[in-house]
């Protein structure tokens, strides 16, 4: 069956340390995406890639990176930058990005501070 | 800016009742609007998309509705079932943007058995 994957489903982190969001898909999409959920907020836009080798920073990329090596993956490095990680991190992709061309999710990540 | 709204943010209603889930938008100037599902700690479904120039989507036992003049949607549920528990999202497409969705809170909805 084709969809998103993330990994790991929980995640902890340390004071001071990066962590590594994994985004997998099987769908050939070329459009991939990461949003921030938080209680009593809507998603909010992190990071998305049109194409392979090309990323733009969404509303609230501070304290994240991407990289998009290749098709299929969209990895989230949350660094220590980022003062308040403690969230839900959501992947998506799409076709493309064009309006009519829907965004299919993963089931998530959940970070925590230790 | 654009900023969309959902109210109220929880609602608990019996096995069978018809509800209506709202959505309001402060700029009518959209391309879309999608109403999704997302079940505890999963990820978002998508329910219905409804293109700006029409009125209303339906999907079994769903329908939602598009009134871009007074910026509100609403999705309605007839026939409530427990299964139907979950958190409704609505989120707007902005005309001017061919990427960006701009979301609502959520309504948390409970159905009573």
């Known amino acids: 069956d084709g969809g998103i994957t993330q990994s790991p489903k929980y995640l902890f982190r340390k004071e001071g340390q990066n962590v590594t969001l994994s985004c997998e898909q099987n769908?050939?999409?070329?459009?991939m995406y990461w949003y921030r959920q938080d209680p009593g907020q809507g998603l909010r836009l992190i990071y998305y890639s049109q194409i392979v080798n090309d990323f733009q920073k969404g509303d609230i990329a501070e304290g994240y990176s991407v990289s998009r090596e290749k098709k299929e993956s969209f990895p989230l490095t949350v660094t220590s930058a980022q003062k308040n990680p403690t969230a839900f991190y959501l992947c998506?992709?799409?076709?493309?990005?064009?309006?009519?061309?829907?965004?299919?999710f993963g089931d998530g990540t959940r970070l925590s501070i230790l | 800016k654009q900023e969309v709204t959902q109210i109220p943010a929880a609602l608990s209603v019996p096995e069978g009742e018809n509800l209506v889930l709202n959505c309001s938008f402060t700029d009518s100037a959209i391309y879309n609007l999608q109403w999704f599902r997302q079940d505890p700690g999963k990820g978002l479904t998508s329910l219905l998309l409804?293109?700006?120039s029409q009125r209303e989507q339906t999907s079994g036992r769903l329908n939602a509705s598009l009134d871009k003049s007074s910026g509100r949607s609403t999705l309605y549920i007839a026939a409530s079932q427990p299964g139907d528990s979950a958190t409704y999202l609505c989120?707007?497409?902005?005309?001017?943007?061919?990427?960006?969705?701009?979301w609502g809170a959520g309504t948390k909805l409970i159905i009573k058995p």
């Open positions: 998506a992709s799409s076709i493309g990005t064009a309006g009519d061309q829907p965004q299919h």
């Open positions: 769908l050939n999409h070329d459009a």
């Open positions: 409804i293109q700006s």
């Open positions: 989120a707007v497409r902005r005309a001017d943007s061919n990427y960006q969705l701009i």
